[in-house]
């Protein structure tokens, strides 16, 4: 099993930046196999996709409504992945949640109902 944990969420005001944490532990072996992504929920709203990355080549996609203003990074030493959030909107407010499922199931989609899920950080920007 792998447990996933998110951290590096608060309060930051419209334009400002945030970057959150997401690690992996237990049993993290044959990573390359694998891609990590981040994905948000706001009040009242379904769940959606922000971004992923590969963990074996240094591929990534985004939302087009993060597109230019998040990027996602990993560092497979320590297995885990960053996700730097500039120009920060309102309405990027949200539990943001990271995830991560086998790249031949999921790389390229945006639906990863059968990934393992992190506890989620709440990220507040106010305007």
């Known amino acids: 099993q792998v447990q996933l944990a998110e951290s590096g969420g608060g309060l930051a005001q419209a334009g400002g930046s945030l970057r959150l944490v997401c690690v992996a532990s237990g049993r993290t072996e044959n990573g390359y196999l694998y891609s990590m992504g981040w994905f948000r929920q706001a009040p009242g709203k379904e769940r959606e996709f922000v971004g992923a990355a590969s963990l074996s080549t240094p591929s990534t996609y985004y939302a087009d409504s993060v597109t230019g203003r998040f990027t996602i990074s990993t560092d497979n030493a320590k297995h885990t992945m960053y996700l730097q959030m500039n120009n920060l909107k309102p309405e990027d407010t949200a539990v943001y949640y990271c995830?991560?499922?086998?790249?031949?199931?999921?790389?390229?989609?945006?639906?990863?109902?059968?990934?393992?899920w992190g506890q989620g950080t709440q990220v507040t920007v106010s305007s």
């Open positions: 995830a991560r499922d086998r790249s031949l199931r999921v790389w390229g989609t945006k639906e990863w109902k059968d990934a393992t």
